[in-house]
């Protein structure tokens, strides 16, 4: 089997080895990656605007920003418990991407995958904080210099996938506040950096990117170890 191609792809995979329970999305757009949902799983979609014309009938869209909806206090009950895979796909600023992250893991099980897009900038410009380009990442790739910095205990891989790659995030502890105690310490530590700082730090070393084969991939979603021979 030849790599996996694209983000939608590795979705579809992580759907299809996990099989989740309970799944929640944020950044829902026009609900592609929603579509991939197993029948089983219940899901929850968040976005400010969303444009999903026609959700999965296991899918509740929610119209609001991500910190409005970590901040209502029927969230549990909208969740139905603790989620088993989330998809961070929300705002490209590493400092709100990083509060949905501490804030889904908050809400995750221990045996819980996080997911999270544009983490594997192209260059510059298409990862400026300012959108640009129709292709866009932001600064979304400082979450995970963030999380193996300060989240040593976390398993935090950058997996090569077009077009602007995506983190498996795992090994969670849904009552670690680190993120929440550290987070504008965090914020100041990397505010400025920029791609050419990641190239001088060697992109791949620091983003721990792995190639997109579907037994490294699987194994991550699943052992939260790549496999080796």
């Known amino acids: 089997m030849g790599e996996i191609g694209t983000y939608y792809e590795l979705l579809r995979l992580a759907h299809d080895a996990l ?49 409005d909806f970590f901040g209502d206090p029927d969230l ?15 705002l490209h600023l ?7 992250v ?3 893991e908050r809400h ?19 990862s400026a904080r300012e959108q640009t380009t129709m292709v866009w990442s932001g600064d979304v790739w400082k979450v995970v210099v963030a999380l193996r910095r300060h989240r040593e205990d976390l398993t935090v891989t950058t997996v090569d996938v077009e077009p602007t790659g995506l983190a498996i995030v795992s090994g969670l502890d849904p009552d670690n506040t ?12 990397l505010a400025d950096l920029c791609y050419d700082d990641l190239q001088a730090l060697g992109r791949d070393e620091a983003l721990n ?15 939260g170890r790549v496999k080796t021979a």
């Open 76 to 90: 549990q009950a909208l969740l139905e418990g603790p989620l088993d895979l989330a998809f961070v796909d929300g």
């Open 19 to 67: 099989k989740p329970r309970r799944y929640l999305e944020i950044g829902v757009h026009k609900g592609h990656s929603l579509a991939l949902l197993r029948a089983g799983t219940h899901a929850v979609g968040v976005d400010p605007e969303p444009m999903v014309e026609n959700p999965p009938g296991n899918a509740m869209i929610v119209s609001a920003t991500s910190d």
């Open 178 to 189: 680190v993120l929440f105690d550290r987070y504008e310490a965090i914020v100041d530590e």
């Open 209 to 223: 990117v792995v190639d997109a084969h579907p037994e490294t991939v699987r194994a991550l979603l699943t052992t």
């Open 102 to 104: 501490a804030n889904v």
């Open 108 to 126: 995750s099980s221990p045996d819980g995958i996080i997911l999270i897009h544009d983490c594997l900038p192209i260059d510059a410009v298409t």
């Open 94 to 100: 590493f400092e709100q991407a990083l509060r949905d």
